[in-house]
């Protein structure tokens, strides 16, 4: 696994040994980056279930001004803060080794994103629980965007009663991209 553009271009990223974490293919991650870039420069970027960091880190080698990741495995935490080390961008981002709502409460108040991306382990509901705490949160920017990646058949059709509206869906071989911004 690599970055694939920007300063951290063509660098390689540790991964998690295991399998514990499922780490965004390239092809996949390209295709994430090529649909945001042009909103990315400066902007700051939350990477929830982080696993090695490898989404946070492509958006802070592309332009991201700041990165917050949120992992609570010790091993993955070891593996974000090393490839931060290894890509020099970990003056632009604060690690958090906790659960996600925990970290998302911690967050509050403090701090904007916009951009909120996660990829939980699937099939288990978590979006769900992220994407309801998210719904009464100040945590997303007015123009901000949450993405999703899921199995092909999460259901998200309850996201309009949280205030969320589906923006994009992009579906690869196992998995899809979900784009939701705040209803206005």
Not at 48 to 65: C, D, M, Q, V
């Amino acid at each position: 696994m690599r970055v694939i553009a920007g300063t951290a271009k063509r660098l390689q990223l540790k991964t998690v040994e295991g399998m514990d974490t499922r780490p965004t293919t390239d092809r996949i991650k390209e295709t994430l980056f090529n649909m945001i870039s042009e909103y990315l420069a400066d902007s700051n970027f939350l990477d929830l279930f982080s696993g090695s960091g490898a989404i946070g880190i492509e958006a802070l080698s592309r332009g991201a001004a700041h990165a917050s990741f949120v992992e609570q495995s010790k091993n993955a935490i070891a593996c974000i803060r090393d490839n931060l080390s290894y890509t020099k961008l970990a003056d632009r981002a604060d690690v958090y080794e906790t659960d996600v709502i925990n970290a998302l409460s911690r967050m509050e108040g403090n701090k904007t994103f916009d951009y909120i991306f996660m990829d939980p382990p699937y099939n288990q509901l978590h979006e769900k629980r992220v994407l309801e705490y998210l719904s009464n949160s100040m945590l997303l920017s007015d123009d901000g965007i949450i993405i999703v990646e899921a199995s092909l058949e999460t259901d998200f059709s309850y996201v309009d009663k949280l205030g969320f509206a589906i923006i994009k869906e992009k579906e690869y071989k196992t998995n899809k991209h979900i784009f939701l911004e705040k209803e206005a």
